[in-house]
């Protein structure tokens, strides 16, 4: 069972994000705080897998009480929920580890997708989040001609398709509707990818692949 606390300081939005959650079978809503500072007292007490975080609130905004609950609790995920895709939230709630950025109006099966991505160590992200962090992070201009890095063309073509639809912001789920493959072996895929490019997680690899988006598209 994936313990999930909900933080938003809107009492409808919480009301509503649990009676649709707690239709899922391995999700348990433990509990709801209106701002970061009670979110962060509520950790301590629940020790909540993942805490599905609002970002503009009072008293403590959602950015403050990742930076905070990531450093004192290592074993909780946050996922951010929001209304807002301003780029400067996007950055600074991913630069303080947020694992995920969502939009409210994500529906809530996909949002229950993602708690269960998060909660095993994947990144999240929300359509066009990826287009928003290539322009908060730097992205290689369309003048220039990067060298191509050595691992890139070590990628098999199948590895190579899963990094452009990674690129596109495609779950695992979408990349295996789209490749007709299953997800597990998306998973397999993508492990493979990350080793051989040396990367983190599927953030570095969107911008790693916007960055060689040319090189992705020549036919192998």
Do not use: C, W
């Amino acid at each position: 069972m994936i313990k999930v606390l909900l933080v938003d300081d809107q009492s409808l939005i919480r009301q509503g994000l649990k009676a649709l959650l707690e239709l899922e079978s391995d999700l348990e809503i433990v509990g709801e705080a209106e701002n970061g500072e009670a979110a962060i007292n509520l950790v301590a007490q629940l020790q909540p897998h993942v805490v599905l975080m609002d970002i503009r609130m009072p008293i403590m905004d959602g950015v403050a009480a990742t930076r905070e609950i990531l450093r004192r609790f290592s074993g909780t995920k946050v996922l951010v929920l929001t209304t807002f895709d301003d780029d400067e939230y996007v950055k600074a709630a991913l630069q303080n580890g947020a694992m995920g950025y969502l939009l409210k109006d994500t529906p809530s099966e996909e949002l229950a997708v993602a708690i269960r991505a998060v909660h095993k160590g994947y990144t999240q992200l929300g359509p066009g989040i990826v287009k928003k962090l290539l322009t908060q992070f730097g992205s290689v201009g369309s003048n220039q001609s990067p060298q191509i890095p050595p691992s890139l063309a070590e990628l098999t073509p199948r590895e190579k398709e899963v990094l452009r639809l990674i690129a596109q912001g495609a779950s695992n789920r979408e990349i295996a509707q789209n490749l007709y493959i299953s997800e597990g072996t998306v998973k397999n895929h993508v492990t493979n990818m990350l080793n051989r490019l040396n990367l983190r997680d599927r953030t570095q690899a969107a911008i790693f692949a916007n960055t060689y988006l040319s090189y992705l598209n020549e036919p192998d």
